[in-house]
Nanobody, 128 residues
Framework: QVQVTESGGGLVQAGGSLRLSCAASGRTYGTYAMGWFRQAPGKEREIVSAISWSGDTSYYVDSVKGRFTISRDKDKNTVYLQMNRLKPEDTAIYYC?????????????????????WGQGTQVTVSS
């Protein structure tokens, strides 16, 4: 089992940047795929980005491709989401989650249902 805690959210102007961090604990952290999700008011939770347990494969939803970058530091048990050129429509609560599989398939990495362990979320607000 793994526990995850997000940090790094905040208020930023459109065009600005933020870096979210997800600290994970648990002996088997390195064997989990990790994902970032977001949920805006009145909308369903959606996948933003994910990274495989090996770090070799990354998934991005189309709306963030070229603007967001996911990475993981296994030594620090941390996953990052670097968000650049932020837009007002990126405003949401961002959640980090872990999935106990070793798949490198984009379809699997991008599937919300594969993620079992969730953090409490961090608010990201982008003003226009």
């Amino acid at each position: 089992q793994v526990q995850v805690t997000e940090s790094g959210g905040g208020l930023v102007q459109a065009g600005g940047s933020l870096r979210l961090s997800c600290a994970a604990s648990g002996r088997t952290y390195g064997t989990y795929a990790m994902g970032w999700f977001r949920q805006a008011p009145g909308k369903e939770r959606e996948i933003v980005s994910a990274i495989s347990w090996s770090g070799d494969t990354s998934y991005y939803v189309d709306s963030v491709k070229g603007r967001f970058t996911i990475s993981r530091d296994k030594d620090k048990n941390t996953v990052y989401l670097q968000m650049n050129r932020l837009k007002p429509e990126d405003t949401a609560i961002y959640y980090c989650a872990a999935a106990a599989h070793h798949s490198e398939l984009l379809h699997t990495l991008g599937s919300l249902g594969e993620y079992e362990y969730w953090g409490q979320g961090t608010q990201v607000t982008v003003s226009s």
